[in-house]
T-cell receptor
């Protein structure tokens, strides 16, 4: 158990819909990262927040947005969903801003039908 | 473009040693990390190299050569539970994190 929690575990929704994925980082960690992992694909970095502020942006679609709240939990909002958005979405946290030692949550499996 | 290259699959025998290579081409470099992911599970951190040389953590070691834009993960005394996918990752000058596509390690008894 990494100490990072993600809800929900599974999500099934239809094309065009909007969903929100939630992540609680490990106690004391200030950075939250969001990743997308499609079938047979590596991890695609979406976005990082550090202590409430956006720190780095990866290949995140304009239909996707995220935020980190004062209690440091984070939400990833996915809208106008397409079939290709079906994937595992991981959240990770770390104490600082570097690449060193990120702790991953169990992931949310999103299925768009 | 930016990329990390690693072999898609590697097969080794239980008890043996295996090396998984990673070459990177990125704008800026702030260290190389390795992660392990079992099927259906989340990635778990294995090691991090910011400077050239070998870092050892138990049965796992990781090596970095910044001049060659190259690193590797060395797994010794392989166990069946080491069957998993292994990813290398780097952070570029824009703080973007780039992961390789992963190497699936098959271990034969």
């Amino acid at each position: 158990d990494s100490g990072v929690t993600q809800t929900p575990k599974h999500l099934i929704t239809a094309t065009g819909q909007r969903v929100t994925l939630r992540c609680s980082p490990r106690s004391g960690d200030l950075s939250v990262y969001w990743y997308q992992q499609s079938l047979d694909q590596g991890l695609q970095f979406l976005i990082q927040y550090y202590n409430g502020e956006e720190r780095a942006k990866g290949n995140i679609l304009e239909r996707f947005s995220a935020q980190q709240f004062p209690d440091l939990h984070s939400e990833l909002n996915l809208s106008s969903l397409e079939l290709g958005d079906s994937a595992l979405y991981f959240c990770a946290s770390s104490p600082g801003t570097g690449l060193y030692e990120q702790y991953f949550g169990p992931g949310t499996r999103l299925t768009v039908t | 473009g930016q990329s990390l290259e690693q072999p898609s699959e590697v097969t080794a025998v239980e008890g043996a040693i295996v090396q998984i290579n990673c070459t990177y081409q990125t704008s800026g470099f702030y260290g190389l990390s390795w992660y392990q992911q079992h099927d259906g599970g989340a990635p778990t951190f294995l090691s991090y190299n910011a400077l050239d040389g070998l870092e050892e953590t138990g049965r796992f070691s990781s090596f970095l050569s910044r001049s060659d834009s190259y690193g590797y993960l060395l797994l010794q005394e392989l166990q069946m539970k080491d069957s998993a996918s292994y990813f290398c990752a780097v952070r570029d000058r824009d703080d973007k994190i780039i992961f390789g596509k992963g190497t699936r390690l098959h271990i034969l008894p």
